[in-house]
T-cell receptor, first 113, second 111 residues
Framework: DAGVIQSPRHEVTEMGQEVTLRCKPISGHNSLFWYRQTMMRGLELLIYFNNNVPIDDSGMPEDRFSAKMPNASFSTLKIQPSEPRDSAVYFCASNHWGNGPAFFGQGTRLTVV | SQELEQSPQSLIVQEGKNLTINCTSSKTLYGLYWYKQKYGEGLIFLMMLQKGGEEKSHEKITAKLDEKKQQSSLHITASQPSHAGIYLC???????????FGAGTRLFVKA
């Protein structure tokens, strides 16, 4: 079975540019999570969806960040405009009804210069 | 997160030695997850503990949750270079959805 698939694996962009990260959850999972990992703050939950509906976005740092889930098999996290402090590894994870462990993708390493 | 403390922050052990990583919560847990992260990669789920006093093992890794459901330990027996990585505990306080992660323990195994 395919796991959670994220793209791109690496992204380097200039400050001010728009960045879009993509995620395909595990088939059959109806809960999807976006996390951000940095050395300073560790792994932080940004937002999660259940049945394609955003349930809690309290972890989204600023209005520059937005996330969508147009269907059960695809989600995006967008940063517009990007800033150097957004540099981090962004993970997508999924599970069934929020229960049990979440299964993580390989992450997208974002560098904003 | 200050709700969840992991110790030690890092650990260097000689191959073949045993080691223990601890995860302490300031509140009673609904469930506790252990993950391993290899450098530059995603998190791999290891084990989930939900009942007070529960203990689970997989190969040479054993995880325990105390009776009060506020402390967990991860024990590796006869460590190998393949055990190297970052071990993270994740706390579930509400029965689903929001998992709060500890800062992680970086394990280095010297061959």
């Amino acid at each position: 079975d395919a796991g959670v698939i994220q793209s791109p694996r690496h992204e380097v962009t200039e400050m001010g540019q728009e960045v879009t990260l993509r995620c395909k959850p595990i088939s059959g999972h109806n809960s999807l999570f976006w996390y951000r990992q940095t050395m300073m703050r560790g792994l932080e939950l940004l937002i999660y969806f259940n049945n394609n509906v955003p349930i809690d976005d309290s972890g989204m740092p600023e209005d520059r960040f937005s996330a969508k889930m147009p269907n059960a098999s695809f989600s995006t996290l967008k940063i517009q405009p990007s800033e150097p402090r957004d540099s981090a590894v962004y993970f997508c994870a999924s599970n069934h009804w929020g229960n049990g462990p979440a299964f993580f993708g390989q992450g997208t390493r974002l560098t904003v210069v | 997160s200050q709700e969840l403390e992991q110790s030690p922050q890092s650990l260097i052990v000689q191959e073949g030695k045993n080691l223990t990583i601890n995860c302490t919560s300031s509140k009673t847990l609904y469930g506790l997850y252990w993950y391993k992260q290899k450098y530059g990669e995603g998190l791999i789920f290891l084990m989930m503990l939900q009942k007070g006093g529960e203990e689970k093992s997989h190969e040479k890794i054993t995880a325990k949750l105390d009776e009060k459901k506020q402390q967990s330990s991860l024990h590796i027996t006869a460590s190998q270079p393949s055990h190297a990585g970052i071990y993270l505990c994740g706390a579930d306080y509400t029965g689903g959805f929001k998992t709060i992660f500890g800062a992680g323990t970086r394990l280095f195994v010297k061959a």
